[in-house]
Each structure stands twice: as structure tokens, then as C-alpha cells.
């Protein structure tokens, strides 16, 4: 399960790319994630629907999944593939 915080495309904008001044909420937020030591790059941001993001880099919030895709972008590789195991122990 991919988990973290979920924010909206008007959150992401301000938080992580800059196309929005920071409001009271914003600044509150990126406040707690340096005073926890978490980073903001929005490197772990997932855009589930439009408008819907989760953003799995905050470490308090997210679990191990977050690390699940790390290709290199340009090749535009995925090394994360799905597949059916049929039964316990059966071929997958």
C-alpha cells in the first residue's frame, strides 16, 4: 500500500513547485516537516486522480513502498511490475 499525505493540486503548487505564495497552512506544514527532519522535494509526490496527490516523503507518514520505484526517469523504466500468484507458493 503506497501511503502518505494526501494533498490537493492547490497544496503541491505552494508546497513543492513554487507556483503559489505560501499561506498560513503551507508555512505551519513545511514548519513541522524541519522540525522533524523531514525533507520537501516532493521527489515522493504521486498523483493519484487530478487534483489528488499523495506525497509518501514525509518518513511519519509513509511506509516502505515510497522506495518501491527509484529508476533512472530519462529511461522511463519502471522497476516495479505486477503480477497474479495463483495460489501459496504456486508459480507467479
Known sequence: EYSG????????????????????????????????????????????TDGSFVDAEDGDMSTWTRFMNHANEETEACNVRPFMQTEI???T
Do not use: C, P
Open 5 to 48: 499525505e494526501i494533498m490537493t493540486l492547490d497544496e503541491v503548487l505552494a508546497r513543492f513547485w513554487g507556483k503559489r505564495e505560501k499561506d498560513a497552512a503551507d508555512k505551519m506544514w513545511s514548519k513541522s516537516r524541519h522540525y522533524r527532519g523531514q525533507s520537501e522535494s516532493g521527489d515522493y509526490l504521486l498523483e493519484v
Open 89 to 91: 507458493g504456486g508459480d
